[in-house]
Structures are given as structure tokens and as C-alpha cells.
């Protein structure tokens, strides 16, 4: 195999810790989600002399659909709790919303859904390449993202909510 150079390098350098959060949001394990990365890295590396413009798209998307697989996996055997996710990134302030609020909640969405959550607003990619990163149209991309806020609304409680039934009572 023909490895590639200092540009690869660099490359791994600036998009790891991107390519790792998706893989750990989407993933909901630490350990799995290096795993992830590190084979779309390799995928990325056996391809990169033929990669024609830019690399992390290509990797986003070998990221996703490693994570599928986790996901297929995981189906198959007993569930995981996220009870004990360990987040990859997070200040001491978000720490504790992260770990026992929002992530619990998104690893309990549909799959397809959590995957476009996580591309739109955690990597903070466009609805058109989002698409392209799933394999889908970007009319599935908008209704799935509609469907899965709707869920973590329900799921976490809207404030408007709280705010209305604390003046009822």
C-alpha cells in the first residue's frame, strides 16, 4: 500500500477530534467510538491519492457508516446503558447537562434520527451534506430532524411547559 504523507498526517491531525465526537455521539461509547474513527482513518488512508477534493467528507461519512454497523451490532446483543457515558468533550459547567440530560436522551432516539442530529448540529454540517453523509435525500434529512426534535422535546421537557404549569398551580 502506497502510504500517504505529511498532508494525511496533517489531516488526521485537524479532523480526529471532529471525526471523534461524531463517532462518540453517534456511537454512545468512548471506546467504540476510537475504534470508529481510527478504521474510517484507515479507509481515508487507502484512498487518499484518489480522494478528489476535500478528505473530511469522505471520512464523516466512513465514520457513519462504521457507526452503523455498531449500531446493527448492537441490536443483536443486549443493550448498553448510557447511564455511565463518558463524555468526550465537556467543560466541568456542561459536564453534568451532557452526561446525564441530553446524551441519554439522544442515544434513545431511532437511529437515522440521531445521526442527523448529530451531523447538523454537532458537527454543523448543511442539510445538503448531511444528505450526502447518509446516504439519503435532503428531504429525508429535514423530516428526520424535525421527528427527532419533536422526541427530545418530549423527552426533556419543553420550558414553555413548565413555565405553564407552574402558573396553573
Not at 453534568?96 to 437511529?111: G, K, T, Y
Request: charged share 25%.
Amino acid at each position: 500500500m502506497d502510504m500517504p504523507g505529511s498532508d494525511f498526517d496533517e489531516f488526521v491531525r485537524d479532523c480526529s477530534p471532529g471525526l471523534l465526537r461524531t463517532a462518540y455521539l453517534l456511537t454512545g461509547d468512548r471506546g467504540h467510538a476510537e475504534d470508529v474513527v481510527q478504521a474510517a482513518l484507515l479507509r481515508v488512508a487507502r484512498r487518499w491519492r484518489r480522494i478528489r477534493g476535500e478528505p473530511a467528507p469522505y471520512a464523516r461519512r466512513a465514520v457513519v457508516n462504521l457507526a452503523k454497523n455498531h449500531w446493527r451490532d448492537r441490536f443483536r446483543r443486549p443493550h448498553e446503558s448510557t447511564a455511565a457515558v463518558e463524555p468526550v468533550y465537556a467543560s466541568p459547567e456542561t459536564d453534568v447537562l451532557l452526561q446525564q440530560v441530553l446524551l441519554p436522551a439522544v442515544m434513545d432516539l431511532p437511529v437515522r434520527q440521531r445521526a442527523v442530529l448529530v451531523l447538523r448540529y454537532f458537527q454543523d454540517l448543511s442539510v445538503e451534506q448531511t444528505a450526502d453523509a447518509l446516504g439519503c435525500s435532503p428531504g429525508t434529512v429535514k423530516s428526520q430532524t424535525h421527528h427527532a426534535l419533536t422526541k427530545l422535546r418530549e423527552a426533556l421537557g419543553d420550558p414553555a411547559d413548565v413555565k405553564e404549569n407552574d402558573h396553573a398551580n
